[in-house]
């Protein structure tokens, strides 16, 4: 059976670095064709892409926030995690881990989710 | 960026009748290997996303065959063919041809 959960702070202030953790268990990222993404969703709207990271340890980030995210993994651990930069009250949303496959270019499973809000 | 454009925004149905949710994209979604990376997703009141479909037409396992999506190029169609309560949701299309990823943003199914 195929989990991923995300972990980090739920609060954060302006201009703070967030880092969140997405554990996951039933794949390897150290198999071909295999990827963890991040995404997030703002409360009510829909979902955007962060940033992606292959087994092959090759990265892909939204370039409109590439200046703010660093993707990386730990296969020894079994976990991905994601930096953000300069957080903003815009950055308010849930943020979710995903299994990728390269192969079908398809995100195959995703996690709950978890919600950071950006405040003072 | 390749926008995804889905209509219509919500979508009121009976129990039992037919949904259709259309997406377009601002640009071919037919890669080099000549496959069409168009992904549907649903996603139920409170919960993540799910894959409902990949590549257009495949259904993923575990997902009822009363949904089928259909398309090619910059046109794609999620159908329903009988809509039941726990269909009830956002549904996304999103592509995978180039990056960054994106989305539509969402049609609503509900039941009237």
């Known amino acids: 059976q195929i989990t991923l959960k995300e972990s980090g702070p739920t609060l954060v202030k302006p201009t703070q670095t967030l880092t969140l953790t997405c554990t996951f268990s039933g794949f390897s990222l150290t198999t071909s064709g295999m990827g963890v993404g991040w995404f997030r969703q703002s409360p009510g709207k829909a979902l955007e892409w962060l940033a992606l990271?292959?087994?092959?340890?090759?990265?892909r980030y939204s370039p409109s926030l590439k200046t703010r995210l660093t993707i990386t993994k730990d296969t020894s651990k079994n976990q991905v995690a994601l930096t953000m930069t300069n957080m903003d009250p815009v950055d308010t949303a849930t943020y979710l881990c995903?299994?990728?496959?390269?192969?079908?270019?398809?995100?195959?499973?995703w996690g709950q989710g978890a919600l950071v809000t950006v405040s003072s | 960026d390749i926008v995804m454009t889905q209509t219509p925004l919500s979508s009121p149905v009976t129990l039992g009748q037919p949904a259709s949710i259309s997406c377009r994209s601002s640009q071919s979604l037919v890669d080099s290997d000549g496959s069409t990376y168009l992904n549907w997703l649903q996603q139920r009141p409170g919960q993540p996303p799910r894959l409902l479909i990949y590549k257009i037409s495949n259904r993923v396992s575990g997902v009822p065959d009363r949904f089928s999506g259909s398309g090619a190029g910059t046109d794609f169609t999620l159908k329903i063919s009988r809509v039941e309560a726990e269909d009830v949701g956002i549904y996304y299309c999103m592509q995978a041809r180039q990056f960054p990823l994106t989305f539509g943003g969402g049609t609503t199914v509900e039941i009237k």
């Open positions: 995903t299994q990728w496959s390269q192969g079908a270019r398809r995100v195959d499973l």
């Open positions: 990271i292959y087994w092959n340890d090759d990265k």
